[in-house]
């Protein structure tokens, strides 16, 4: 009998408030026509922690009616609350410590404060109060945030276990739009980094993994989608395709070309 082959590479996970994650797509679960296409999209995906929008999504608070664990169940994903559509901290706060009653203790939390209704762009000073009330609260904090290396340097001061910088603004598919940004971001920081809002499509999503983030979290990309079941499996493999490339490390980009053959001892 032939002995299994070995896997070609060695395992990578992605490691979040000391828990061990194998996929780097992060998804969201609103905008799908339905609970069921909601499935269908996450396990295309692979993802392993999916967001929900506590003030948005029943997830048990809501008797009788649809409940979005009941296809996303816990024992097999890693549920995390966002508070998408706070404005202040407080709102923030509060959507934190609700989620933390409907989940049993559950204390990994997406943290979004916005600025205002058309932008969707983050308040970062309501933020970094928010940030510092649910650390000192004992929340595991998964903070959305601008693409500003200083403000995500203090994001990481404060506690909190991963920081989540914008590509772009939410929903807007433009891609990643300050990469030198983000490479700031990357190159200092002490926890994973993970792109949140922007992207657009599968290649959105490998550029973002190329500089170096540790994984990408989207909802509108794939939900939006004319097929999202199927832009689901393709973000999945840009994000494995992406961290592939930075581990491997690209060549050095030139002006002009070089032989991809040994021009050495030619004849003639």
Known sequence: ??????????????????????????TGTGKFADLEQT???????????????????????????PNL???????????????AGCYTADDAVRTCR????????????????????KTLYPDVVQTLAAA???????????VYTSDDPILAKRLEEIGCVAVMPLAAPIGSGLGVQNKYNLLE?????????IVDAGVGTASDAAIAMELGCDGVLMNTAIAGAKDPVLMAHAMKLAVEAGRAAFKAGRIPRKRFASASSPVDGLIG
């Not at 499935?39 to 506590?54: D, F, K, M, N, W």
């Not at 009653?101 to 600025?115: A, F, I, T, Y």
């Open 132 to 142: 510092e009330l649910l650390v000192k609260d004992g929340f595991d904090v998964m």
């Open 1 to 26: 009998m032939t002995a299994p082959l070995s896997p070609p590479f060695p395992a990578d996970p992605l490691l979040i408030a000391g828990k061990a994650y194998a996929s780097r797509l992060l």
């Open 39 to 65: 499935r269908l999209a996450t396990e295309a995906a692979g993802a392993q922690i999916v967001t929900v929008a506590i003030r948005r999504t029943n997830i048990g608070q809501n008797p009788g009616e």
């Open 185 to 193: 971001i990357v190159e200092n920081a002490r926890v994973p980094i």
């Open 98 to 117: 609700l989620a933390r009653e409907l989940l049993d203790g559950h204390s990994l939390v997406k943290l979004e404060v916005l600025g205002d209704q």
């Open 69 to 83: 664990l009941d296809v996303l169940p816990p024992d097999r994903y890693t549920i995390l609350p966002n508070t």
